[in-house]
């Protein structure tokens, strides 16, 4: 079975650091792009940040850009979202997805992680 499963989210105070991790289970991420997405209570899901699956080229959208990073481990299957100086907008749940490079569609989608940012 194909699953996309995301770890690493909880509660962290404004200003801290948080990392998650995004590993695939039953097929490899290489050549995939990857990408983060978040959820906050009656908004809409919004990019934050993904990765060629070529050469792993990173995106950052400019609401988390300077403070989120993305990278992808190909030998444990994993791609990260390295998040610092977190702050209350970025309460949310937090998906990771992946597509065949060259698709138009996300695929696979994993079943989220929760991140609250306290002050």
């Known amino acids: 079975q194909l699953s996309l499963v995301e770890s690493g989210g909880g509660t962290v105070q404004s200003g801290g650091s948080l990392r998650l991790s995004c590993q695939a289970s039953?097929?490899?991420?290489?050549?995939?792009?990857v990408a983060w997405f978040r959820q906050a209570p009656g908004k809409e899901r919004e990019g934050v940040s993904c990765i060629t699956g070529t050469d792993d080229t990173p995106t950052v959208q400019d609401i988390v850009k300077g403070r989120f990073t993305i990278s992808r481990d190909r030998a444990t299957n994993t791609v990260y979202l390295q998040m610092n100086n977190v702050k209350a907008e970025d309460t949310a749940v937090y998906y990771c997805a992946a597509k065949p490079t060259g698709s138009l569609k996300y695929d696979y989608w994993g079943q989220g992680t929760q991140v609250t940012v306290s002050s």
């Open positions: 039953g097929f490899t991420l290489n050549m995939y792009a």
